[in-house]
């Protein structure tokens, strides 16, 4: 192994299928904001101030799903035909997803009250949503390996790769099983299925030890 860190990038110019991709998600931002009107009021001013916080949590969860797609075609530069629908996918699933992302941080943030059906059947959506969108991007990394060969990845590389599929399907199993913690027949369900994407956390650091394992060999 060399000391040299991470995946080369084979990615140079923006490809139209990652141009697509950022409007896409430019426009999933837009459906995010607080307020597409300028406050007429000092109450409706409040009122939106009011839920910066929501759409902080949900432009950050926005972000992270754009900076995984982004790394991965800085890292590949990929441009065939199951990369580009795989794509499509995951901005299809995005653009549906982004709605129920606002809702729950605004509820959890002191919205208004949800019966507990609702509630659990916001964490179910949430959830699963999640667990597509990450599912996908997996699909994307599993679609790069089988080309190790084309794109020439050395040994690294294609650790490297395995690791970071890895870490997507695990983010897509903390989403399951939210979904999971929601259906569960006990008062602190919410609790539960909140907390347990906590453990995504858990899923990034085993990778990153992985990582320093690969690389001290």
């Known amino acids: 192994m060399t000391g040299r860190v991470g995946i080369r990038e084979r990615g140079g110019n923006i490809s139209r299928v990652e141009g697509f991709a950022d409007c896409a998600f430019g426009f999933a931002v837009t459906l995010l904001v607080v307020s597409l009107e300028v406050p007429k009021t000092f109450d409706g001013l409040v009122a939106v101030l009011q839920g910066i916080p929501s759409f902080a949590l949900s432009f950050a969860i926005l972000g992270w799903i754009w900076f995984t797609q982004f790394r991965f075609f800085r890292r590949y530069g990929l441009e065939d035909t199951r990369t580009v629908v795989l794509t499509l996918v995951l901005l299809f699933v ?17 919205g208004a009250g949800l019966s507990e ?16 969108t990450f ?26 790769t395995r ?39 858990a899923v990034y650091w085993a990778g990153g030890r992985r990582r320093r394992a690969l690389r001290a060999a």
């Open 163 to 201: 690791i970071a599929a890895a870490e997507l399907v695990g983010v897509a199993a903390v989403g399951l099983l939210s979904s999971a913690l929601a259906t569960l027949p006990i008062p602190q369900f919410p609790w539960f299925a909140g907390l347990a994407y906590c453990l995504s956390s």
């Open 117 to 132: 059906r609702d509630l659990r059947l916001l964490f179910v959506i949430y959830g699963v949503g999640l667990t597509t």
């Open 135 to 160: 599912l996908v991007m997996a699909l994307m990394y599993a679609n790069a390996y089988r080309q190790r060969e084309r794109l020439g990845l050395d040994d690294l590389e294609r650790a490297e």
């Open 94 to 110: 995005v653009l549906c997803y982004v709605y129920p992302l606002k809702f729950l941080y605004a509820v959890s943030l002191g």
